[in-house]
T-cell receptor, first 114, second 113 residues
Framework: SQKIEQNSEALNIQEGKTATLTCNYTNYSPAYLQWYRQDPGRGPVFLLLIRENEKEKRKERLKVTFDTTLKQSLFHITASQPADSATYLCALGVLTGGGNKLTFGTGTQLKVEL | KAGVTQTPRYLIKTRGQQVTLSCSPISGHRSVSWYQQTPGQGLQFLFEYFSETQRNKGNFPGRFSGRQFSNSRSEMNVSTLELGDSALYLC????????????FGSGTQLSVL
């Protein structure tokens, strides 16, 4: 069966450290992968997109890697700040006959402590 | 530019009733997707509409239906509500091309008693 797995336990790190979140998938052949941030009571907000033929993408303090052999994406936040505390969702994009369908993981809660 | 607007923000219904949720996408966006979010299951895809046509559908029972109007606004309907339908329902829009990011609304929190 198809699965998208993210760390179910919350990730607690100290301010200034690098946070690394994992997204593993099985029985998917994604054309691309996206990462979103979600704060309590709000809808997810897009952060980064990486395509299947790309290994790495960066945006300011964020970095995403995509390994289609390992079927894994890693999401890094460098020099983390308390304001980075949120739930982070990965989403796999699969091309279908009717367009493309985005399927989300369950998310990892990140807490950055002072 | 206004974001994705969902109404109502909160809704309380009883089992057996039906409910209609509304979503206004960002101006110029022709694709609207609906997701159900619960603590245990995360974000589950319901369906996507593009130019008034449903082009993708998730694995939900026929009690869940939707439609899109010519101005791209969308509605989602759930009939014969069950306790398990209690969730945050999120609407997201995008222009309609592939790979594009989704812009989400703040959702409608539905409680079924």
């Amino acid at each position: 069966s198809q699965k998208i797995e993210q760390n179910s336990e919350a990730l607690n790190i100290q301010e200034g450290k690098t946070a690394t979140l994992t997204c593993n998938y099985t029985n998917y052949s994604p054309a691309y992968l996206q990462w979103y941030r979600q704060d309590p009571g709000r809808g997810p907000v897009f952060l980064l997109l990486i395509r299947e033929n790309e290994k790495e993408k960066r945006k300011e303090r964020l970095k995403v890697t995509f390994d289609t052999t390992l079927k894994q994406s890693l999401f890094h936040i460098t020099a983390s700040q308390p304001a980075d505390s949120a739930t982070y969702l990965c989403a796999l994009g699969v091309l279908t006959g009717g367009g493309n369908k985005l399927t989300f993981g369950t998310g990892t809660q990140l807490k950055v402590e002072l | 530019k206004a974001g994705v607007t969902q109404t109502p923000r909160y809704l309380i219904k009883t089992r057996g009733q039906q409910v209609t949720l509304s979503c206004s996408p960002i101006s110029g966006h022709r694709s609207v997707s609906w997701y159900q979010q619960t603590p245990g299951q995360g974000l589950q895809f319901l369906f996507e509409y593009f130019s008034e046509t449903q082009r993708n559908k998730g694995n939900f029972p026929g009690r869940f239906s939707g439609r899109q109007f010519s101005n791209s606004r969308s509605e989602m309907n759930v009939s014969t509500l069950e306790l398990g339908d209690s969730a945050l329902y999120l609407c997201a829009s995008r222009k309609g091309g592939s790979n594009e990011k989704l812009f989400f609304g703040s959702g409608t929190q539905l409680s079924v008693l």
